[in-house]
């Protein structure tokens, strides 16, 4: 797979990366952890370097799983992972945004064990804490770069002006935050700052949680605790009114010999150089056909039809509801 840098002086990486989240957060059923481990490395074998993961999902669980499928080849691979949220020391219970530096430095220790690593590549705040100034956190992470516990640093879902402060005190090496064909917000302000300050971009929920793979219908039904039951552009009626995208992205596809799928992650990849798209999934078909979509060139005259496309086709939904958008590190 070719490869991409993460902004002017950030890692290089695959073109794809891979979230892991899914394995054991938020997207259930949730297969055996040693298939995951296997996928995993599969992923690795495939020509994927670039792997994200953190401490809130499961809690704890997903980075434990992520370290011990990469501990045989951790020199291979970029691992990315993320703090900035309190636990129940009892439930275990996600307490909400919480960076105080005392408390980046106390859990960095906890992520560097369970990723069975003596460094963290890429160290995103989840997000932003509104009660401690990003400089501090910012400070925070200089701190352990200078200690040699992390090697670059990265917000999450940060706003511009966030993003150019936190910048002033230690480089941002990357964003990591929702954008694609159905989640465009970014490119308002977001996309131009980045490229303004040399920064990176990593999409999270490249293809719309599933959405814009065309496998999920108006009807389709979830499992009780799958996140996408209570988010608003999952209703069934937004599902019906939003199949209208899918069904544009499957006439692109047919002509490009391609899945719905790999033109979703080929438009993300053809917008920036420095934007790494890390597609999520369980199974090892979907990995494949995702690693496929790199490969995909989408020519000017296509780009422009998908744009003209865009501006055309109304999104039905919010991306979450209000609280959960708030609250959680998804």
């Known amino acids: 797979m070719n490869k991409r840098k993460l902004g002017n002086n950030g890692p290089e990486v695959s073109a794809l990366g891979l979230g892991c989240m899914g394995m054991n957060h938020s997207y259930a059923p949730f297969p055996e952890k040693k298939d995951m481990i296997s996928m995993i490395r599969s992923a690795v074998e495939k020509g994927v370097t670039f792997f994200d993961t953190a401490e809130v999902y499961g809690p704890f669980t997903n980075e434990e799983l992520v370290g011990e499928a990469l501990k045989p080849v951790r020199d291979k691979v970029t691992i990315a992972t993320k703090f900035g949220f309190r636990f129940d020391p009892d439930s275990g219970a996600n307490l909400g945004p919480y960076s105080r530096p005392e408390h980046i430095k106390k859990v960095v220790e906890g992520s560097l064990k369970r990723l069975k690593t003596d460094v963290i590549d890429l160290y995103y705040q989840h997000r932003v804490d509104p009660n401690v100034p990003i400089e501090e956190v910012a400070g925070a992470i200089k701190d352990l770069i200078k200690e040699g516990k992390v090697k670059y640093f990265g917000l999450s879902e940060a706003g511009v002006q966030t993003i150019r402060r936190a910048h002033a005190v230690q480089p941002v090496t990357a964003l990591q935050s929702e954008y ?123 780009l422009n039809k998908i744009h003209s496309a865009l501006e055309k086709i109304k999104v039905v939904g919010d991306r979450y509801p209000e609280a959960l958008e708030k609250s959680t590190g998804l």
């Open 180 to 302: 694609s064909l159905w989640y465009r917000k970014p490119e308002m302000e977001v996309i131009p700052t980045l490229e303004e300050l040399g920064i990176g971009f990593v999409p999270f929920s490249p293809l719309g949680k599933g959405f814009l793979t065309g496998k999920i219908k108006e009807n389709t039904t979830f499992e009780k605790v799958d996140l996408r039951n209570v988010i608003p552009r999952f209703a069934p009626e937004a599902r019906k009114a939003n199949q209208v995208l899918v069904d544009f992205l499957t006439d692109i596809a047919r002509q490009k010999d391609a899945t719905p799928a790999q033109i979703a992650l080929a438009w993300l990849l053809a917008q920036k150089p420095w934007i790494v798209p890390i597609p999520g999934t369980t199974k090892l078909n979907r990995l494949e056909e995702n690693i496929g979509a790199a490969g995909i060139a989408l020519t000017s005259g296509e």
